[in-house]
Every structure is written in C-alpha cells, then in structure tokens.
Nanobody, 123 residues
Framework: QVQLVESGGRLVQAGDSLTLSCVCS????????VAWFRQAPGKAREFVATISRSSDLKYYANSVKGRFTISRDYGKNMVLLQMNSLKADDTATYSC????????????????WGQGTHVTVSS
C-alpha cells in the first residue's frame, strides 16, 4: 500500500513554469512505478507522464513532450513534475499514482492514487 500526496498546484500565467511534487510513503520507494495524470473540467482523465522504478524509463503524453519533465528524488521519496511553457490547455487537476507495471501509461495499472493538486493557467 502506497500513500501519495501531491502539492505545488496554483494559478500561473501562460508561459510560466511550475513544479509539482508527489510525496510517497508506505512502501519502498523503488518498488513501484509512478505516473502523473490530469483531468480538466468536463473532460476525461488523461495520462501525462510516467517514470519507472529505477528512472531508466520515462514516457510522456505527446501534448506535454518537450515541456514537462518527470523525475525521482530518491532521498526524499518524491516524484517531481517540472512543467515549462505552460498553456491554458494545461489547466487541470493533476494526480500522481503508483503501480507495479513499470512505466505504464494506463490508469488501470495504478492502484494507489493521491488526492490531486489543481493547476490553473490563465491567458
């Protein structure tokens, strides 16, 4: 059982950068894959990025590739999502999730979820 807590979401302007954090606890940090998903109002939840146990595999949705970077801070048991060149379309609630299928893009492969943190990009 993994507990995840997201933080860092806030109101920003288009073109700004923002880093979201996902603090993980309850299980060995290197024992599971972690992914970020997001959901905008009125839209289905979508995959954003994932990182494998050892950080050797990383995958991104095409909509964020080149702008977002996912990483692990092994000293803090934390997964980070660095978001650059933010657009209005990035406005959503961002959630992190943990699962055993390393590097999966599918939410059905993730069994533990955080509560989410909201990002609003204006203009």
């Amino acid at each position: 059982q993994v507990q995840l807590v997201e933080s860092g979401g806030r109101l920003v302007q288009a073109g700004d950068s923002l880093t979201l954090s996902c603090v993980c606890s309850g299980d060995t940090f290197t024992g599971y894959s972690v992914a970020w998903f997001r959901q905008a109002p009125g839209k289905a939840r979508e995959f954003v990025a994932t990182i494998s146990r050892s950080s050797d595999l990383k995958y991104y949705a095409n909509s964020v590739k080149g702008r977002f970077t996912i990483s692990r801070d092994y000293g803090k048991n934390m997964v980070l999502l660095q978001m650059n060149s933010l657009k209005a379309d990035d406005t959503a609630t961002y959630s992190c999730a943990a699962g055993t299928s390393d590097g999966s893009r599918w939410e059905s492969d993730y069994s533990s979820w955080g509560q989410g943190t909201h990002v609003t990009v204006s203009s």
